[in-house]
């Protein structure tokens, strides 16, 4: 059912200097930072041969990763995206196979402009697991 890794996100307390590391030190094409109000959070993207590395910083208030920073100063991988052919079809398998959907259930657009679905990481070996329409 999943197909390609999308991105891999990385929580990170200050977006503009880990863009820095990325840009100067890691020599990496990183898009400028675009605020997702609707997700609580500011991301860039990185754009790798192969995949995509999401840079997350907190947006207002309860942003969804403010506790994840609080326990990771420093910041970490925060989940994995992966592509599916029909987010629909996906979330109702998993759902009928026991798994929990975060949320309402009803896929948000992404980052990308495309509907994503997030599933609860004790479900997933301590992975946040992201879908995302192909
Ligand atoms: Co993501």
């Known amino acids: 059912m999943i197909g390609r890794l999308n991105h891999v996100a990385i929580a990170v307390p200050d977006l503009a200097a880990a863009s820095d590391l990325y840009r100067k030190t ?3 094409d990183v898009s400028a930072p675009e605020a997702l109000d609707e997700h609580g959070v500011t991301v860039v993207f990185i754009t ?3 995949t995509k590395i999401e840079l997350l910083e907190p947006l207002g208030e309860g942003s969804p990763i403010a506790r994840f920073l609080e326990k990771n100063p420093d910041g970490g991988v ?7 052919d029909d987010i629909i079809a ?7 196979s026991g798994a ?3 949320g309402s259930g009803e896929p948000k657009i992404g980052a990308h402009g495309k509907p ?3 599933l609860h990481p004790k479900d997933f070996n301590g ?3 992201e879908l995302e329409q192909a």
């Open 78 to 84: 925060h989940h994995v995206c992966y592509e599916v």
């Open 90 to 96: 996906a979330r109702d398998r998993l759902l009928d």
């Open 48 to 50: 790798l041969p192969n």
């Open 127 to 129: 992975t946040l697991i």
């Open 100 to 102: 929990r959907v975060l």
């Open 26 to 28: 890691l020599g990496a």
């Open 116 to 118: 994503v679905l997030f």
